[in-house]
């Protein structure tokens, strides 16, 4: 009887020490598994081979190119496990385009955000180079602006803007040193198959050290973007990019480029804008936008007066008059409230 009773015991026993082992091995298992797919390390992360990548793009053809970044050509692909994606191929012959590789690698590494772009690997050679990122299939902000085909309306782009602004915040307060991102401009902007929008292209962004408010270049961002402090003195803070993103403001809601031929001499994008404050704004916004007859005319022209004081507010000379990202989320999503009024969204 007592024999029984110790021998089932001891059954018992043994079943709950092999399950507390199982259940142990998977949780270390899991927790790896969980380290592997966040500690993202371009060297032994999800590898994509040489060839696999030629193979992707049909060999790097004209037909899936989809644009070109600061030191690199980007490609559409589609990887052998079915997954479309955006190869960014380094132009090494270019000055700096290894030094613009690792700062990628090292930006997006240890990054993660709604609206930034994610790198799902990369393959590196000491002569081949290239980031294998998410695919975006609603394609650039630039192309939304300027094709026929593409209409974006107020609020579209106003939910788009306010991504963007999520996004430098994040990138100038979230992360242990500020990254200023140096080259802010539509056709750096990606949107996916939820219009959601995506920053894109850390080819030249600058990782401020700590304590740093701001650092020197050679390396200068795309003209008509860049702050006056940034092109005159290379002098890069997180203050540039709140200047881009004032410039790329008023482009969404006036359909004009900042090199566009009606800029020259003594008018720019910013003295068009403040000239025509506060009651020549019908003159310049984008015909498509705001049409005379139509309902809530009152309200869509102040939500797009705010938008271009706004835009005067983050592009003032002086980059100490500048607001901040933090304070450009706030007053975007109260101009946003402002238009669609207390409903719900
Ligand atoms: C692009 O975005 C729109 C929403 O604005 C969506 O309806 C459409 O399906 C998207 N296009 C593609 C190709 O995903
Ligand atoms: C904007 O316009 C005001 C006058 O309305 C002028 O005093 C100011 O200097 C202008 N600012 C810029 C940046 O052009
Ligand atoms: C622009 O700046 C002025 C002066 O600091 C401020 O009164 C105004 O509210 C700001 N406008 C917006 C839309 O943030």
Redesign the pocket.
């Known amino acids: 009887m007592f024999r029984v009773l110790f021998s089932l015991l001891g059954i018992i026993a043994l079943i709950l020490i092999a399950v507390a082992l199982a259940y142990a091995i998977g949780r270390y298992r899991r927790k790896k598994l969980v380290e592997k797919t966040l500690d993202f390390d371009p060297g032994t992360a999800l590898r994509v081979s040489y060839y696999e990548l030629r193979q992707a793009t049909e060999g790097y053809s004209e037909s899936c190119l989809l644009g070109a970044g600061s030191f690199g050509s980007v490609y559409r692909g589609t990887l052998n496990n079915g997954r479309d994606v955006a190869v960014k191929v380094f132009h090494l012959h270019l000055q700096n385009a290894f030094k613009s590789f690792d700062v990628e690698c090292e930006v997006l590494r240890n990054l993660r955000h709604r609206n930034l772009c994610k790198v799902i690997s990369t393959c590196s050679n000491p002569d081949f180079k290239a980031l294998i990122l998410e695919y975006m299939p609603n394609g650039s902000l630039e192309k939304w602006l300027y094709s026929d085909n593409y209409i974006l309306d107020i609020l579209q782009g106003i939910n788009i803007m306010i991504d963007v602004a999520c996004a430098l915040e994040y990138l100038h307060y979230g992360y242990s040193t500020p990254i200023v991102h140096c080259d802010l401009k539509p056709s750096n902007v990606l949107l996916d198959e939820d219009s959601v929008a995506h920053l894109s292209d850390f080819g030249i962004a600058k990782l401020l050290g700590e304590g740093e408010s701001n650092a020197f270049t050679t390396t200068l961002g795309t003209m008509g973007y860049i702050a006056p402090e940034y092109g005159l003195e290379g002098s890069v803070s997180t203050r540039c990019d709140v200047y881009s993103y004032g410039i790329m403001l008023m482009e969404v809601f006036t359909r004009k480029k900042p090199s566009s031929e009606k800029f020259s001499g003594d008018i720019n994008p910013?003295?068009w804008i403040?000239?025509s404050?506060p009651n020549a704004i019908p003159q310049i916004i984008d015909s498509k936008l705001l049409v005379l007859e139509e309902e809530h005319y009152a309200k869509k022209l102040k939500c797009l007066s705010s938008l271009m004081e706004l835009a005067?507010n983050c592009s003032?000379?002086s980059a100490n008059e500048r607001m901040n990202m933090k304070e450009v989320v706030v007053a975007l999503k109260k101009i946003r409230f402002q238009l669609l009024g207390p409903r719900p969204e």
Request: hydrophobic share 25%; aromatic share 0%.
């Open positions: 910013r003295s403040n000239d404050m005067l003032t000379e």
